[in-house]
């Protein structure tokens, strides 16, 4: 009896799904919804996928240095490691948007498609007019696609580079399959247009030049201060804690530029790129600290006087008492007068 009951409620369920399928307004309904739970779920799955797939590269390369954060690996792995990482964090955002584009368009299609099934000789007419339009007036739109996919494949930029890009120079934050977002030094964050940009300058790849450059008393012996910021710059080099951030031996370079009355001398040495402007302040104030303990640096402005001896007050009480009043001509005798004719 309970078995006959069952299958009775079965049938009428399997029925009713049955009716709702094939009606003709519920029925595209039904598969309408089931198509945008479908492009969900695809989603959902190819994001992971594809995070699933970052996460172990990166994953492997952290814990190849033994690394938690990728800022780490800086200062800890070679540059290679590091482009790789932001590389695949890169890839894995323009993916992952594009992933979501993809979806979007042929879930919209389909939904269209389902709802209207009698339209679809006018729907391909849309469809072309549509593709007209945007191949005139969304070519921008598509530039920006492409450049964002080119940006990220190429390894141009990646998240936690530090770029130049047109007026606008920080670190990346995002680099999106259309916008690529830049915080600057004083925390503006910019979103860029990926089809607007030409030209991208990179600080962070490879390796980075620290440049420190230190004026000196015009009558310095050059070679006395050279050997002095060689020596200074040596003994930092061999500091456990900055040798890691150098990939070269640090260089005078020497005489740089000539003023009137002083000499700047070039120091340089090549870091890695998240170490250089650490290094460069941290010479610059060991240079300056070496160059005053041998008496080798400019005196301070208000140290200058005037080199003939002059006094400035003096001459300023003096100016004073000048009489700067205009003569009255009447006062002049005649061939003293401006005009020259008597009065």
């Known amino acids: 009896m309970d078995g006959t009951s069952t299958v009775t409620w079965w049938d009428a369920f399997t029925a009713w799904l049955v009716w709702l399928w094939n009606d003709p307004f519920w029925g595209r309904i039904v598969q309408a919804f089931i198509v945008i739970v479908v492009a969900w779920l695809a989603r959902i799955v190819l994001r992971a996928l594809i995070k699933r797939s970052v996460d172990r590269i990166v994953g492997g390369v952290k814990a190849k240095y033994e690394v938690t954060e990728t800022r780490q690996l800086t200062a800890q792995s070679p540059v290679t490691a590091v482009r790789r990482v932001r590389r695949t964090q890169s890839l894995g955002r323009v993916f992952s948007n594009g992933v979501t584009a993809a979806i979007s368009i042929i879930a919209i299609l389909l939904v269209v498609w389902l709802l209207f099934p009698g339209a679809s000789s006018a729907f391909a007419l849309i469809t072309a007019a549509l593709g007209a339009g945007l191949g005139i007036g969304a070519q921008g739109v598509v530039r920006d696609l492409l450049g964002g996919i080119f940006l990220a494949v190429e390894d141009q930029l990646g998240v936690g580079d530090v770029v130049t890009i047109g007026s606008t120079a920080g670190v990346v934050e995002d680099v999106g399959i259309r916008i690529t977002q830049v915080r600057d030094v004083e925390g503006t964050l910019w979103f860029i247009r990926n089809g607007d940009i030409d030209r991208v300058g990179n600080q962070s790849h490879g390796w ?136």
């Open 208 to 343: 980075a030049r620290a440049i420190v450059d230190y004026a000196v008393p015009y009558s310095v012996d050059i070679d006395k201060a050279k050997a002095i910021i060689s020596q200074t710059a040596a003994a930092f080099a061999k500091e456990p804690k900055w040798r890691q951030m150098l990939l070269e031996k640090p260089e005078v370079w020497g005489l740089e530029s000539v003023s009137f009355d002083h000499l700047v001398l070039r120091l340089v040495v090549r870091t890695r790129t998240s170490a250089k402007s650490e290094v460069a302040r941290e010479l610059r104030s060991r240079v300056r600290a070496a160059l005053g303990a041998a008496g080798l640096i400019l005196p301070p402005m208000s140290a200058v006087t005037p080199a003939t001896g002059a006094n400035p007050i003096a001459d300023h009480e003096a100016a004073k008492r000048i009489d700067t009043k205009p003569t009255d001509a009447s006062g002049l005798s005649d061939e003293r007068r401006p005009d020259g004719d008597a009065s």
